[in-house]
């Protein structure tokens, strides 16, 4: 059972414009969220995460919106650039939990 | 410089043959996990370890091993590996359990071709 569904596969969108990544969660229980961006051979890295008890976060031109009614997030990156293409992964857990759990990824690509 | 350290990067093995990927962080971190990732199904976790002899199943146990002796130092094993672990793996470490309200560190994967 995927508990973080990253419905989208692939997105592209072009250099300037805004990127909205979507992550939907099951598990009423997660209470801290994350995103990862991942480049080809590398690992990947932490961009931003929001706490349950805000509906935004934002930092330079990456926000996450938050909300736990309809148990989505967001990703909005602002404006896009080439260096943004990778692949984002979405990531959800307890607060207290053994581990994170992560959504399938979509791949962003930026076009000039 | 702060880093998760994987080895081998690249493997390809034949079935049954024993193997073991390495992973070493230098930031003293407690907690450490391994996650494999695959097309359409994401990162998932196969084990973690919340301190220095301590380890449990993640979500994808099956056909791995591993231990904790070292605080730095958490290796995979596959005793007997078989084409389905044919897959992109990654180590990470943290402060926090799981990531907590902190990040997760990766290693930049070890891709592992089972034959």
């Known amino acids: 059972d995927q508990q973080v569904k990253q419905n989208s596969p692939s997105l592209s969108v072009q250099e300037g414009r805004i990127s909205i990544l979507n992550c939907d969660y099951t598990?009423?229980?997660?209470?801290?969220f994350l995103w990862y961006k991942k480049y080809p051979a590398e690992g990947p890295t932490f961009l931003i995460s929001?706490?349950?008890?805000?509906d935004k976060n934002e930092d330079g031109r990456f926000t996450v919106f938050l909300n736990k009614s309809a148990k989505h997030l967001s990703l909005h990156i602002v404006p896009s650039q080439p260096g943004d293409s990778a692949v984002y992964f979405c990531?959800?857990?307890?607060?207290?939990?053994?581990?994170?759990?992560f959504g399938t990824g979509t791949r962003l690509q930026v076009t000039l | 410089e702060a880093q998760v350290t994987q080895n081998p990067r690249y493997l390809i093995t034949v079935t049954g043959k024993k193997l073991t990927v390495t992973c070493s962080q230098n930031?003293?971190?407690?907690?450490m996990s391994w996650y494999r990732q695959d097309p359409g199904l994401g990162l998932r976790q196969i084990y973690y370890?919340?301190?220095?002899?301590?380890?449990d199943k993640g979500d994808v146990p099956e056909g791995y091993k591993v231990s904790r002796k070292e605080k730095r130092n958490f290796p995979l094993i596959l005793e007997s590996p078989s084409p389905n672990q044919t897959s992109l793996y990654f180590c990470?470490?943290?402060?926090?359990?799981?990531?907590?309200?902190?990040?997760?560190?990766f290693g930049e994967g070890s891709r592992l071709t089972v034959l």
């Open positions: 370890s919340m301190n220095v002899e301590v380890t």
């Open positions: 990470a470490s943290s402060l926090t359990p799981g990531g907590g309200t902190g990040e997760l560190f």
């Open positions: 598990n009423s229980m997660f209470d801290y």
């Open positions: 929001i706490s349950s008890i805000k």
């Open positions: 990531a959800a857990n307890t607060g207290t939990a053994s581990k994170l759990t």
């Open positions: 930031m003293n971190h407690e907690y």
